[in-house]
């Protein structure tokens, strides 16, 4: 069976012009894609690279034999806000976290990999795209990164664009369970025994970090696989083997 997405062309009729609409997935969620990073985080997130998230990406599709033979493509019609956020000074000196929001510039939105047979891209969410769309201006040495969030921002400008076939998957972040490892390292450091806490923290943070990269590159898959299952079961796309 042949893959068969709707291509990118205008058929003609007398005095009439059909455009084929484009399709743009949801988004698949499997992963909270919250993560911490900063120097008072314990144990912080591990974020995972755009090169390894589109490896795993296009090798998950290749089984399907969806290629993608162009990178980092620019889409012309579809602009991104890229904003500036902070918090009001005034407010947090008087310690009220009030948040204010400034658009400083709009931008082409540049996709990861795009099949030209399928007209097809997709966009994976990184801790760098976050970092570049939302410029934060931080009042803690803790940050917090939401990337589900500009994933769905994404999702809903492509839809309302129209350009390309297309769909959006973001880090999994999963979530990092401190609990033990605190109970240890509040032990050593209410014996204030520095050395016992330098090691447990080492320890506690090789496999809990280990551990949570290998969540994420599961939960990642999930999202690819969700995208080839709702190709399949809905009508507008279908990817099967060829």
């Known amino acids: 069976m042949h893959a068969c997405l709707p291509k990118k062309e205008i058929k003609q009729e007398p005095e009439v012009v059909v455009v084929v609409e484009k399709t743009t997935a949801p988004v698949f ?14 144990i912080p997130h591990v974020f995972m690279t755009e090169a390894r998230a589109r490896e795993i990406i296009e090798n998950e599709l290749k089984k399907t034999n969806i290629i993608f033979d162009k990178k980092d493509m620019p889409l012309k019609k579809i602009k991104i806000e890229k904003k500036k ?4 000074k005034e407010e947090f000196a ?10 400083i510039g709009k931008t082409n939105l540049i996709i990861d990999g795009y ?6 891209g997709y966009e994976f969410i990184s801790k760098e795209d976050y970092e570049d769309y939302w410029q934060k201006e ?3 040495t803790i940050q917090g990164h939401d990337l589900k969030i500009i994933a769905e921002y994404l999702n809903k400008k492509l839809n309302e664009g129209n350009e390309i076939n297309a769909v959006v998957f973001y880090d999994p972040l999963p979530e990092i369970n401190e609990s033990r490892a605190k109970k240890k390292l509040i032990k050593y450091q209410n014996q204030r025994n520095k050395k016992k806490y330098m090691k447990a923290l080492k320890e506690s943070t090789d496999k809990l970090q280990k551990k949570q990269k290998e969540e994420a590159v599961a ?9 080839i299952k709702w190709t399949t079961n809905l009508g507008p796309i279908n990817l099967g083997n060829k």
Request: glycine share 10%; proline share 0%; hydrophobic share 40%.
């Open 29 to 42: 969620a499997h992963g909270k894609g919250m993560g911490l990073a900063g120097d008072d985080v314990i």
């Open 85 to 88: 956020i902070s918090f009001n």
């Open 94 to 103: 008087k310690g009220n976290l009030v948040k204010e929001e400034i658009v």
């Open 115 to 120: 099949c030209t047979e399928l007209d097809l």
């Open 138 to 140: 931080y009042t803690a």
């Open 219 to 227: 939960l990642l898959k999930e999202q690819v696989n969700d995208f």
